[in-house]
């Protein structure tokens, strides 16, 4: 368990405003290094990261920065689902004007043979089954079968 150098490709600068750890970097207590490495494990020596302080002072800090990120992104997405919900209002809305002025262009009739409504009533009675005028053919509906 030796630092074999692999860890200088991921060193990590520090960063202006924010502890390290708030910002994910990671310690190597063998390497002694911060890198930004998304595993537990070191890349270069294999041995355990830290993800958090040691200091009680440093602790405290990063618990209160974690907690004001967390009611940031709460207020955040809150903001967002009203926003969301009054967007989904309006567009019902909308629907619902277009729906009503569809419904009022295209009005359905009744069929005269079969009673059922249809937008075009016309089409369907051409083919519709209880029409008397249409001639069925006994070709179509006989069935041969084979022996």
């Known amino acids: 368990m030796t630092c074999k150098g692999i860890c200088v490709r ?5 960063p202006v405003g924010t502890g390290r750890y708030a910002s994910g970097q990671r310690r190597c207590q063998i390497c002694e290094i911060f890198i930004k490495w998304e ?7 294999g041995y355990r990261l830290r993800t958090k ?29 009203e926003e969301i919900e009054v967007g ?3 567009k019902a809305k909308s ?10 262009i295209k009005e359905k009739t ?15 009675e ?14 179509s509906e006989s069935i041969a079968i084979k022996v």
């Open 110 to 124: 009744p069929c005269t043979y079969c009673e059922k409504l249809f937008v075009y009533a016309d089409k369907h």
């Open 39 to 45: 595993g537990l494990w070191c890349p270069c020596c």
């Open 126 to 139: 051409k083919n519709c089954k209880k029409n008397p005028n249409i001639e069925i053919s006994q070709e």
């Open 10 to 14: 991921y060193k990590a600068q520090k």
């Open 95 to 104: 629907k619902a004007k277009t729906i009503k002025s569809k419904a009022t």
């Open 88 to 90: 989904v209002a309006v």
């Open 53 to 81: 302080p040691r200091n009680l002072k440093y602790k405290a800090k990063l618990r209160a920065r974690v907690e004001a990120d967390s009611i940031e992104a709460k207020a955040a997405a809150k903001t967002q689902s």
